[in-house]
């Protein structure tokens, strides 16, 4: 229903910024919510940001100041962008892009295919 397309990502150093998008296309006009997740190796998937349709944010408190989240959308792509600044080792994860909303009552996510970003001296 919805595809998602990530870039960014790689190698920064501690204190570093990187940029990461997610370009969302199908069924766009039911999307109503779109982010970022990640998973460091042995952890659980943790919410990093999200943003509405209304271009409404949410961060999680560990990268509050640190990231920012952004929308642009045409009729035929919705991107979504993850600013990272200050970057922290800590920061090092797999970062998925995800897309929820509804057709037909019938709610779906639907996920990107992951990208790496390593914070590292």
């Known amino acids: 229903q919805v595809q998602l397309v990530e870039s960014g990502g790689g190698l920064a150093q501690p204190g570093g910024s990187l940029r990461l998008s997610c370009a969302a296309s199908?069924?766009?006009?039911?999307?109503?919510?779109m982010g970022w997740y990640r998973q460091a190796p042995g952890k659980q998937r943790e919410l990093v940001a999200s943003?509405?349709?209304?271009?409404?944010?949410?961060?999680a408190d560990f990268v509050k100041g640190r990231f920012t989240i952004s929308r642009d959308n045409n009729k035929i792509t919705v991107n979504v962008s993850l600013q990272m600044n200050i970057l922290k080792p800590e920061d090092t994860a797999v970062y998925y892009c995800?897309?929820?909303?509804?057709?037909?009552?019938?709610?779906?996510?639907?996920w990107g295919q992951g990208t790496q970003v390593t914070v590292s001296s």
């Open positions: 199908g069924r766009i006009f039911n999307i109503y919510n």
């Open positions: 943003i509405t349709s209304g271009s409404s944010t949410n961060y």
């Open positions: 995800y897309a929820a909303g509804s057709v037909f009552n019938e709610g779906f996510t639907s």
